[in-house]
């Protein structure tokens, strides 16, 4: 059996760039609602749709960096500092926005790709090919939401 074992509230960063076409990310406060099983003591943790546990980043803004890093026509061919630059927790005060900065974040978030959309393998273009055809003429933010509502969230390893 459990019970509710209190709510956190911890910081995430999102896109705005999805909905107003802006190129700048907000980081924003969210909540973490905790379970914990009588039994066996764990403590479950129930997140809002696209915040993943122990992460920063939120999918959206993920997926954003993904489109912005990969090369043309499915993305934007930016280079890791103009995606940080644009993308980045730190953007505005980063010092590390001349090249060659390489935000190691992108290479491990490619490497977890798999986990979260298990029906996929391969490159991260062809990840975002396959977003973008199911999101039709939506572009990239119908995109993000497919991305986000094909995230394999329950059971898959963090």
């Known amino acids: 059996m459990i019970h509710?074992?209190?709510?956190?509230?911890?910081f995430v960063v999102v896109p705005p760039a999805i909905e107003q076409g802006t190129e700048s990310i907000e980081i924003v406060e969210c909540w973490e609602r905790r379970f914990r099983c009588t039994r066996c003591r764990a403590v479950m943790v129930v997140l809002p749709r696209g915040v993943l546990p122990r992460f920063l980043y939120s999918v959206a803004a993920i997926i954003i960096a993904f489109v912005?890093?990969?090369?043309?026509?499915?993305?934007?061919g930016a280079s890791d500092a103009e995606a940080y630059a644009r993308q980045g927790m730190f953007a505005a005060l980063s010092p590390y926005a001349e090249d060659p900065y390489r935000w190691r974040s992108l290479g491990r978030w490619a490497a977890?790709?798999?986990?979260?959309?298990?029906?996929?393998?391969?490159?991260?273009?062809?990840?975002?090919?396959?977003?973008?055809?199911?999101?039709?003429?939506?572009?990239?933010?119908?995109?993000v939401r497919v991305a986000i509502d094909h995230h394999v969230r329950w059971g898959s390893p963090m």
């Open 4 to 10: 509710g074992h209190g709510i956190r509230t911890r």
């Open 68 to 76: 912005l890093v990969t090369p043309e026509p499915v993305g934007e």
């Open 112 to 143: 977890l790709a798999e986990q979260w959309w298990s029906a996929w393998t391969g490159s991260i273009s062809s990840l975002l090919v396959l977003f973008l055809e199911r999101a039709g003429a939506g572009g990239i933010p119908q995109a």
